[in-house]
């Protein structure tokens, strides 16, 4: 993170860091460099290093100095998703022969790279509860390079508490990846409890408004920042320089939005807690939720994802689903628009029939900004 931002807080930082006027027009919102390659002054002469822009864009700086900033790390890099973002990173830090321990509860996708690419590739893995130190530290073997951590976790919101897992991490000498995705920085701040790089889909919270597909790796680490970023050339997975632009605007207002989805989302989980369809209300913000006082330490609220199961199983769970009105039937999640799925046969299909399966009977919600008092009541007359 550039000294010049290190004082300044989250709120302050998202809206200027990276953010500096354009010095031909003094434009306040840096352009969109829609280029692909540069006039060099002389063979070799680049301005400002630019030659081409799978390499580098200035669009696409502005975003990694700002998430950088943001996460208070030394070195932030965008791709065109958070799976391309995954991708680069284990292919940087892994060889065939190499294991990682992933969550027993993690992103369907995620998995699904681990499961169907990576290890066809010769790396192995080890499924963990990374809510239990001690199942973590079991699964680590001599050829652990990598710990893999979500938290909160999608789509069972478990809570894992991250400064004792990087203990765990220093301790067998392998580093520590945390997929910040559900928290985002301004609710949490993994590098500063200890993790070595965190993951990011900016097509999520960062970007805030479903309009965008987006990665980024941040790491703490200067020399491997420099080792991602290699790769990340080699293999050209980048961020293009409009999809940048659009999450560094959505940024600007990742706080207000946040502290929105949060306390929209803790009224929902209130009631869902009392509704006598509702079997369980998964969301860490509620005193009975297993990973709570976790929560409160390392987050700055609760966040907006909440996940419940409901009677009747999985058939009265996509009913659930179908029913919802205000609440859009879709993937992903984050934007300022509450969305609603059914995680077993949408997001983690992928999963069915491993250790990841999720229960048939579980709806997922994303809680948007709208008023409150319409997401409870589009949610009774979705439940009956």
């Known amino acids: 993170m550039s000294d010049q931002h290190s004082h300044q807080s989250f709120e302050t930082r998202a809206i200027h860091a990276g953010n500096t006027a354009d010095p031909l027009t003094g434009a306040v919102v840096p352009p969109i460099y829609q280029v692909s390659t540069y006039k060099q002054d002389g063979v070799g002469g680049l301005r400002g290093g630019y030659e081409y822009s799978r390499s580098a864009n200035p669009t696409r700086t502005a975003l990694e100095e700002n998430l950088a900033a943001l996460e208070g790390g030394r070195r932030g890099l965008a791709f065109a998703s958070g799976l391309a973002a995954e991708d680069c990173l284990l292919r940087t830090l892994l060889v065939p022969g190499d294991h990682v321990v992933i969550p027993n509860d993690a992103y369907g996708g995620t998995f699904r790279l681990f499961a169907k690419v990576v290890q066809r590739w010769g790396v192995d893995f080890s499924v963990a509860n990374t809510s239990d130190i001690e199942s973590v530290r079991a699964a680590v073997n001599d050829r652990t390079k990598l710990i893999w951590v979500e938290t909160p976790s999608n789509p069972l919101l478990g809570i894992t508490d991250i400064?004792?897992?990087?203990?765990?991490?220093?301790?067998?000498?392998?580093?520590?990846?945390?997929?910040?995705?559900?928290?985002s920085p301004y609710l949490q701040q993994p590098l500063a409890l200890g993790a070595d790089v965190v993951v990011h889909s900016l097509t999520k919270y960062m970007g805030g408004h479903s309009d965008v597909v987006g990665g980024a790796l941040v790491t703490a680490d200067e020399a491997l920042g420099e080792e991602l970023a290699y790769h990340q050339n080699a293999m050209g997975a980048v961020a293009g320089p409009f999809d940048s632009w659009i999450v560094l605007r959505g940024i600007k207002t990742l706080a207000v939005r946040m502290d929105r989805h949060s306390e929209n989302a803790a009224k929902i989980a209130e009631m869902l807690t009392q509704h006598p369809k509702v079997t369980q209300?998964?969301?860490?913000?509620?005193?009975?939720?297993?990973?709570h006082e976790i929560a409160a330490k390392q987050m700055r609220s609760f966040g907006g994802m909440i996940s419940f199961r409901v009677q009747g199983g999985e058939e009265a769970a996509v009913e659930v689903c179908n029913r919802a009105q205000l609440f859009t039937l879709g993937e992903s999640l984050g934007g300022v628009e509450s969305l609603i799925e059914h995680p077993g046969r949408m997001t983690h299909a992928s999963v069915a029939g491993s250790a990841l399966e999720v229960p048939a009977d579980l709806v997922r919600i994303s809680v948007g900004i709208e008023n409150v008092e319409d997401l409870l009541a589009d949610l009774r007359q979705a439940l009956g």
């Open 163 to 183: 400064e004792a897992v990087a203990g765990v991490a220093r301790q067998a000498g392998v580093k520590l990846v945390v997929d910040n995705t559900f928290a």
């Open 281 to 291: 209300v998964l969301y860490p913000g509620l005193p009975e939720h297993p990973g």
